[in-house]
């Protein structure tokens, strides 16, 4: 294997109005630095594109510092160790990093996590293994998800929420989805396990939810937002929980979206509503790591993904994510 001297990478050139475009990214060369002491030289295998990066391209401050102008994006990957010069990694170890958006880098040992590279494919690092997983995880686990609820996730075949919904399924629960066409509807209830699962642009959100839970539901885990979590404040029950994970429907939003209508219902049926940053879980990784590991190795949690080839593909992938191109996690192979 050849050590990389230079890498290719995503640049954010301007900062999105509304749904991003091609023009918004490039792709540029740049030459790594000689490797140093302490240092591990990675090419990145498979890279990750995430709805939350879409608040990153603005100005402002958020939960999460905002992508710079002309330097590369970041995000999750998952590497295999060229060339190491620190003593805890060593060449042909696989690696997940925050250094996506690129085909190689240069990094310490503290900005990188060791992986089973007996686990495959190697991609689940970055979907039910990786961020998406560990915040459904997280997520059930915030509301103290039980046996017997009825569970409704919003974006049900993204990947947070087809995770969500496996996990929920395992914890004994009805689990209720909606996804954006009848294929991913298919998916929901064939491969994921859901109990019921529609698809939201064929019917308002709400006669369909309660057409799937005539009894209400006791759980929302939100991905979405906008009508899904409208018809949820209708649909849950006297002292209900909603996961507020994240609402794509209104990211590319110029201007602020109203809110539900029907919000008070969180007053009159004692609604508990709890915000989600995965982040804030990271002292719990190894427990993520054993259950739900435990979960996959064991054939019980299925890894749903849609696979891109190539860096120069990888904006088309992360636009993809607004128009419902992905079937669970959307990553990019980079090697």
């Given at each position: 294997?050849?050590?990389?001297?230079?890498?290719?990478?995503?640049?954010?050139?301007?900062?999105?109005?509304?749904?991003?475009?091609?023009?918004?990214?490039?792709?540029?060369?740049?030459?790594?630095?000689?490797?140093?002491?302490?240092?591990?030289?990675?090419?990145?295998?498979?890279?990750?594109?995430?709805?939350?990066?879409?608040?990153?391209?603005?100005?402002?401050?958020?939960?999460?510092?905002?992508?710079?102008?002309?330097?590369?994006?970041?995000?999750?990957?998952?590497?295999?160790?060229?060339?190491?010069?620190?003593?805890?990694?060593?060449?042909?170890?696989?690696?997940?990093?925050?250094?996506?958006?690129?085909?190689?880098?240069?990094?310490?040992?503290?900005?990188?996590?060791?992986?089973?590279?007996?686990?495959?494919?190697?991609?689940?690092?970055?979907?039910?293994?990786?961020?998406?997983?560990?915040?459904?995880?997280?997520?059930?686990?915030?509301?103290?998800?039980?046996?017997?609820?009825?569970?409704?996730?919003?974006?049900?075949?993204?990947?947070?929420?087809?995770?969500?919904?496996?996990?929920?399924?395992?914890?004994?629960?009805?689990?209720?989805?909606?996804?954006?066409?009848?294929?991913?509807?298919?998916?929901l209830l064939d491969d994921c396990g859901f109990d019921a699962?529609?698809?939201?642009?064929?019917?308002?959100?709400?006669?369909?939810?309660?057409?799937?839970?005539?009894?209400?539901?006791?759980?929302?885990?939100?991905?979405?937002?906008?009508?899904?979590?409208?018809?949820?404040?209708?649909?849950?029950?006297?002292?209900?929980?909603?996961?507020?994970?994240?609402?794509?429907?209104?990211?590319?939003?110029?201007?602020?979206?109203?809110?539900?209508?029907?919000?008070?219902?969180?007053?009159?049926?004692?609604?508990?509503?709890?915000?989600?940053?995965?982040?804030?879980?990271?002292?719990?990784?190894?427990?993520?790591?054993?259950?739900?590991?435990?979960?996959?190795?064991?054939?019980?949690?299925?890894?749903?993904?849609?696979?891109?080839?190539?860096?120069?593909?990888?904006?088309?992938?992360?636009?993809?994510?607004?128009?419902?191109?992905?079937?669970?996690?959307?990553?990019?192979?980079?090697?």
């Open positions: 294997m050849i050590a990389p001297t230079t890498t290719r990478e995503i640049r954010l050139a301007s900062r999105p109005k509304g749904i991003p475009t091609a023009a918004n990214f490039t792709l540029a060369e740049s030459t790594l630095p000689p490797l140093q002491a302490q240092q591990v030289l990675v090419r990145n295998l498979f890279m990750s594109v995430d709805p939350y990066m879409r608040g990153r391209m603005n100005e402002g401050k958020s939960y999460v510092p905002p992508f710079e102008l002309g330097k590369a994006l970041d995000g999750g990957a998952v590497g295999e160790v060229v060339e190491s010069r620190a003593n805890e990694f060593k060449r042909g170890d696989v690696v997940t990093s925050r250094y996506g958006w690129r085909e190689a880098f240069v990094a310490a040992p503290k900005e990188l996590r060791a992986v089973d590279k007996a686990v495959q494919p190697l991609s689940v690092y970055l979907g039910t293994l990786g961020m998406p997983g560990m915040t459904a995880w997280a997520g059930l686990t915030l509301v103290e998800v039980k046996a017997g609820d009825v569970v409704f996730i919003s974006g049900a075949a993204g990947a947070v929420g087809n995770v969500a919904g496996q996990l929920a399924k395992l914890r004994g629960c009805r689990v209720i989805g909606s996804a954006g066409s009848e294929t991913k509807v298919k998916s699962a529609f698809n939201y642009k064929t019917g308002p959100t709400l006669e369909q939810l309660n057409r799937a839970a005539p009894d209400g539901i006791d759980v929302y885990f939100d991905n979405v937002g906008g009508e899904s979590l409208e018809a949820a404040l209708t649909a849950l029950r006297a002292h209900g929980r909603i996961i507020a994970c994240g609402g794509i429907s209104s990211y590319n939003n110029e201007k602020p979206a109203p809110g539900p209508a029907n919000l008070f219902n969180v007053t009159t049926k004692r609604l508990t509503m709890k915000g989600l940053i995965v982040g804030d879980w990271l002292a719990r990784q190894n427990e993520f790591d054993k259950e739900v590991g435990g979960y996959f190795r064991a054939g019980k949690l299925k890894n749903k993904e849609t696979v891109v080839a190539g860096i120069d593909h990888a904006v088309e992938a992360f636009l993809g994510l607004f128009s419902g191109k992905n079937m669970g996690k959307m990553v990019v192979k980079l090697s």
